[in-house]
């Protein structure tokens, strides 16, 4: 596996956290809402198909788990990614809003 940069890009509502990998020319990217005080939702986890099978959108799961175990804040998994990362990692119910097993409502 190629060794993925991530930074993470925040406004007062929302941001992303965008993953890099030398040699590529493209992005990945989690996008969030801040829902209120220690509270995101992550709501969509693209990577475009020169990155598919590079790790890139795990490891910026990985990256939103981690800042929100240090900041800390709490995650509204509505992205069907993070969902099903959720579903594999049920330690991770520390930062989730939900348990494993109950899809959250869709943003309307």
């Known amino acids: 596996m190629s060794d993925i940069l991530?930074?993470?890009?925040d406004g007062p509502r929302h941001g992303r956290y965008v993953a890099r990998i030398a040699g590529i020319a493209a992005?990945?990217?989690?996008?969030?809402?801040h829902r209120g005080p220690g509270?995101?939702?992550?709501?969509?986890t693209g990577a475009p198909d020169t990155m598919r099978?590079?790790?890139?959108?795990?490891?910026l799961v990985d990256a939103l788990i981690a800042d929100a175990?240090?900041?800390?804040?709490?995650?509204?998994?509505l992205c069907p990614y993070v969902r099903a990362q959720y579903?594999?990692?049920?330690?991770?119910?520390?930062?989730m809003t939900v348990p494993p097993g109950v899809m959250p409502p869709m943003p309307g």
């Open 69 to 77: 175990r240090d900041a800390p804040f709490h995650i509204i998994p």
């Open 39 to 44: 509270l995101i939702s992550a709501d969509h």
């Open 87 to 95: 579903e594999r990692n049920p330690d991770w119910q520390d930062v």
């Open 53 to 59: 099978g590079t790790g890139a959108a795990r490891a």
């Open 27 to 33: 992005e990945a990217e989690l996008v969030f809402t």
């Open 6 to 9: 991530i930074t993470k890009e």
